[in-house]
């Protein structure tokens, strides 16, 4: 008998060991967010409605019927009047930025937000094991994750990985890389790195289709620190439950809808295709089809597949004139308390709350995120998110529902899971100093009180702007950060018309004239010899 029980025994225990062992693996896997930290540029990069007007009036190459299309898509956008634009649009390269113009802007992000974030959280830089940034129109050699090693003096044996081109869904790409590592190693930690490069990619031309992007996307960016290890699974702010990836790069249709390419007059820009909602609603829906059962409860599933059923057999025996086009809608608040949605413009926030059947209070965090920062490429997701955590919306167990979408084309979306009440006092929070006065009781901007009258014009041809609106070809503030922008010249009409826009101002004129190195004429030419025996 005794040997019968030992037997059964040893086989039992060695079950019940790597039964243990597996579980105890798991929760090595798992992926939690320790601490994110936004970017909020400094005041002197805002845009305000007259700096956007000026922006707009020193492209030359528009008309009428352009600065028509463009109001229009200001006014309707949902953007607000204290988003950022990078330091070279108020200085007179903006047309043509130098290389350090854009590793600047990026210099700038990532100083400021590693800083913070690192110094918050009493980690150091030696004890980072994974780095993905994701940078989708600017790639420089060495890479900006090279970069930010360099700056940080990272250990040799870091895993890198830097992404380019990924578009606005970029943020859930690099999340995926993340928790796919954590998969295979034990207690390590991960720095994501999110932002967009805008210095190169202000469009100058007149394409309407390219326009568009001038109207939406602002500067931001956000570092989000996770981690799959045990010791630091108390300090966590999030656990992620699920995350999906749908590309449609393979259809012809949706992978063109969302393209860098130059226009007729060889102008850099990104095309918006008019088939872009099409290409984003079958993506979203697709995504969703393999989301749900991830998230939903099972009696949710159910009654959303018995309404579909009882549905469809009704549509079959009706005319097609006649055919219900409600949608059998899913209650995605079955399973999820907070939506977490890109803030690629009002239409996108619009369409995804009505295919969700989303209330106003669902939307509001994507709506004062791009009404406050505008449309920040991949990382407007943790702005939205960092709107529901100062507004101490963010429970413990509370989900969050993540959906983004992306050029070729992506939808990405994931599910979080809140480990703690989050009270928005971490010290990071970007919203922090000004979420006492959102949600304002108005969103409207002030560009159709000011700039309506274009609407009222009605001939191209003898179509001029205001004398006041021409800022000729130098920068449109005569404030700078001197170390980073070389002086621009201004002469004193100019200070002049910028002091008609801004009160209690102090302008600084910088006047030379630069003779070295091709301003000496060599020719035989006299009429342009004399040029030599006088300048100086």
Same mark, same amino acid.
């Given at each position: 008998?005794?040997?019968?029980?030992?037997?059964?025994?040893?086989?039992?225990?060695?079950l019940?060991?790597?039964?243990?062992?597996?579980f105890?693996?798991?929760?090595?896997?798992?992926?939690?967010?320790?601490?994110?930290?936004?970017?909020?540029?400094?005041?002197?990069?805002?845009?305000?409605?007259?700096?956007? =007007?000026?922006?707009?009036?020193?492209n030359?190459?528009?008309?009428?019927?352009?600065?028509?299309?463009?109001?229009?898509? +200001?006014?309707?956008s949902?953007? =607000?009047?204290?988003?950022?634009?990078?330091?070279?649009?108020?200085?007179?390269?903006?047309?043509?930025?130098?290389l350090?113009?854009?590793?600047?802007?990026?210099?700038?992000?990532?100083?400021?937000?590693?800083?913070?974030?690192?110094?918050?959280?009493?980690?150091?830089? =030696?004890?980072?094991?994974?780095?993905?940034?994701?940078?989708?129109?600017?790639?420089?050699?060495?890479?900006?994750?090279?970069?930010?090693?360099?700056?940080?003096k990272?250990?040799?044996?870091?895993?890198v990985?830097?992404?380019?081109?990924?578009?606005?869904?970029?943020?859930?790409?690099?999340?995926?890389?993340?928790?796919?590592?954590?998969?295979?190693?034990?207690?390590?930690?991960?720095?994501?790195?999110?932002?967009?490069?805008?210095?190169?990619?202000?469009? *100058?031309?007149?394409?309407?289709?390219?326009?568009?992007?001038?109207?939406?996307?602002?500067?931001?960016?956000?570092?989000?620190?996770?981690?799959?290890?045990?010791?630091?699974?108390?300090?966590? &702010?999030?656990?992620?439950?699920?995350?999906?990836?749908?590309?449609?790069?393979?259809?012809?249709?949706?992978?063109?809808?969302c393209?860098?390419?130059?226009?007729?007059?060889?102008?850099?820009?990104?095309?918006?295709?008019?088939?872009?909602?099409?290409?984003?609603?079958?993506?979203?829906?697709?995504?969703l089809?393999?989301?749900?059962?991830?998230?939903?409860?099972?009696?949710?599933?159910?009654?959303?597949?018995l309404?579909?059923?009882?549905?469809?057999?009704?549509?079959?025996?009706?005319?097609?004139?006649?055919k219900?086009?409600?949608?059998?809608?899913?209650?995605?608040? *079955?399973?999820?308390e907070?939506? #977490?949605?890109?803030?690629?413009?009002?239409a996108?926030?619009?369409?995804?709350?009505?295919?969700?059947?989303?209330?106003?209070?669902?939307?509001?965090?994507?709506?004062?995120?791009?009404?406050?920062?505008?449309?920040?490429?991949?990382?407007?997701l943790?702005?939205?998110?960092?709107? &529901?955590?100062?507004?101490k /919306?963010?429970?413990?167990?509370?989900?969050v529902?993540?959906?983004?979408?992306?050029?070729?084309?992506? #939808?990405?979306?994931?599910?979080?899971?809140?480990? /703690?009440?989050?009270? =928005?006092?971490?010290?990071?929070? +970007?919203?922090k100093?000004?979420?006492?006065?959102?949600p304002?009781?108005?969103?409207?901007?002030?560009?159709?009180?000011?700039?309506?009258?274009i609407?009222?014009?009605?001939?191209?041809?003898?179509?001029k702007?205001?004398?006041?609106?021409?800022?000729?070809?130098?920068?449109?503030?005569?404030?700078?950060?001197?170390?980073?922008?070389?002086p621009?010249?201004?002469?004193?009409?100019?200070?002049?018309?910028?002091?008609?826009?801004?009160?209690?101002?102090?302008?600084?004129v910088?006047?030379?004239?630069?003779?070295?190195?091709?301003?000496?004429?060599?020719?035989?030419?006299?009429? &342009?010899?004399?040029?030599?025996?006088?300048?100086?």
């Amino acid at each position: 008998m005794g040997v019968l029980f030992y037997l059964y025994l040893v086989p039992t225990l060695y079950l019940l060991f790597k039964i243990w062992k597996w579980f105890d693996e798991k929760r090595d896997r798992e992926c939690y967010i320790i601490d994110y930290q936004g970017y909020k540029p400094t005041d002197d990069r805002m845009v305000s409605t007259e700096m956007s =007007g000026g922006m707009m009036a020193r492209n030359k190459n528009l008309g009428l019927n352009e600065y028509k299309f463009m109001l229009k898509a +200001v006014v309707s956008s949902g953007i =607000g009047e204290q988003t950022y634009a990078p330091r070279v649009m108020f200085s007179d390269r903006y047309e043509n930025p130098t290389l350090q113009d854009e590793i600047w802007e990026m210099d700038e992000f990532f100083q400021d937000t590693i800083e913070k974030l690192l110094s918050r959280s009493g980690i150091s830089p =030696g004890e980072i094991d994974i780095l993905v940034i994701n940078i989708s129109m600017f790639s420089a050699i060495p890479s900006l994750s090279a970069r930010i090693i360099n700056h940080y003096k990272m250990r040799e044996d870091i895993k890198v990985f830097n992404l380019t081109a990924m578009g606005c869904s970029a943020s859930l790409i690099s999340v995926d890389i993340v928790q796919n590592i954590f998969k295979t190693y034990k207690n390590k930690i991960a720095l994501i790195v999110t932002s967009e490069s805008l210095s190169p990619n202000w469009y *100058t031309g007149k394409d309407k289709s390219m326009i568009l992007t001038n109207c939406l996307f602002r500067s931001g960016g956000c570092v989000v620190l996770l981690s799959n290890k045990r010791s630091l699974k108390r300090r966590a &702010m999030f656990k992620l439950k699920c995350l999906v990836r749908t590309h449609h790069g393979s259809r012809d249709e949706s992978f063109e809808c969302c393209v860098q390419k130059e226009d007729d007059q060889g102008r850099l820009g990104i095309h918006l295709d008019k088939n872009l909602p099409k290409a984003a609603t079958r993506a979203f829906i697709d995504n969703l089809r393999e989301i749900s059962p991830k998230i939903l409860p099972i009696r949710e599933l159910l009654r959303f597949a018995l309404i579909s059923v009882v549905r469809k057999i009704i549509n079959n025996f009706q005319k097609r004139s006649e055919k219900s086009k409600a949608k059998a809608g899913i209650n995605f608040r *079955t399973g999820v308390e907070h939506f #977490c949605i890109h803030t690629g413009g009002k239409a996108v926030i619009d369409g995804i709350g009505f295919s969700l059947d989303l209330t106003e209070a669902d939307l509001e965090p994507a709506r004062m995120t791009l009404h406050r920062f505008g449309n920040t490429s991949a990382s407007s997701l943790w702005y939205v998110l960092a709107y &529901m955590e100062a507004k101490k /919306r963010l429970k413990k167990g509370d989900r969050v529902f993540m959906i983004s979408f992306g050029a070729g084309f992506k #939808c990405n979306s994931c599910l979080w899971e809140v480990v /703690r009440d989050l009270d =928005g006092n971490n010290g990071g929070n +970007v919203w922090k100093d000004f979420i006492d006065s959102y949600p304002p009781e108005n969103l409207a901007n002030h560009f159709m009180e000011k700039y309506g009258w274009i609407q009222n014009e009605a001939n191209p041809t003898t179509f001029k702007l205001p004398e006041e609106w021409d800022l000729g070809d130098g920068p449109i503030l005569p404030r700078q950060h001197w170390e980073t922008l070389v002086p621009c010249k201004l002469d004193i009409d100019k200070v002049q018309t910028i002091f008609k826009i801004y009160k209690n101002k102090i302008a600084l004129v910088v006047t030379s004239e630069f003779l070295s190195p091709n301003n000496s004429y060599t020719g035989n030419d006299k009429s &342009m010899i004399v040029a030599n025996c006088l300048f100086r």
